[in-house]
């Protein structure tokens, strides 16, 4: 959070290394400071723990990253963000027609299981001039965040695995600095090209 971040993704899928409970989810959401979003991760969660969530972190953005359906993402009634595994022959302007309610696509890695796996997509495979707010994750790093930004040109973008030193889940601060002073340098350069 002190180094720039504009979100903090928790992670509420019990299967992930990066699984938070609810409990630690609000304790950690609590440290936050004002104008930081807490974003609920969920992969083919029941309703029931979704309305839990949303209940008790209501300023919350909810992400989902699994099968969810648009009519599931549209029946809790929140602003959500929906993921968008990339691979040859996902059409994702046709994904943001279905999920058009969605606050944003985010679009990540086609890996086995759910989220991206730390791996980096083929940036090619995003149409130019998407009519969507697109975030980009999906193997982000320090190293090469500067390049997906000026390249896909994002309206966020997302990390996890990239700013882990050792431990799957376990994040290094100082990657975390790294990575927020690449990405406001990506967004100095776009500023500069855009003059």
């Known amino acids: 959070m002190e180094a720039g971040a504009d979100a903090v993704g928790l992670n509420l899928y019990p299967r992930s290394p990066r699984h938070v409970t609810l409990q630690r989810a609000c304790e950690l959401a ?15 969660a029941s309703r029931e723990e979704i309305d839990a969530a949303c209940a008790a972190l209501p300023q919350a953005l909810l992400q989902f990253h699994g099968d969810e359906s648009p009519r599931d993402c549209e029946a809790v009634g929140r602003p959500y963000m929906r ?14 027609l279905r999920y058009s309610s969605a606050a944003a696509l985010l679009v990540d890695a086609d890996v086995a299981g759910y989220g991206g796996g730390g791996k980096v997509f ?46 799957k889940g376990i994040k290094d601060a100082a990657l975390i600095r790294r990575f927020c002073e690449a ?7 776009l500023a500069d090209l855009a003059t």
Not at 30 to 44: A, D, K, S
Not at 135 to 149: K, M, R, W
């Open 30 to 44: 609590r440290e936050l400071p004002p104008f930081v979003t807490p974003v609920l991760l969920f992969v083919n």
């Open 83 to 96: 993921a968008v595994r990339m691979a040859r022959g996902v059409d994702l302007l046709d994904c943001g």
């Open 122 to 167: 083929d940036w090619s495979l995003l149409p130019t001039d998407v009519p969507y707010r697109l975030v980009l994750s999906g193997g982000l790093n320090p190293a090469n965040v500067i390049d997906g930004v000026l390249r896909v040109r994002p309206y966020a973008v997302d990390v996890s695995s990239g700013v882990e030193a050792g431990d």
């Open 183 to 189: 990405v406001r340098e990506a967004d100095a350069r």
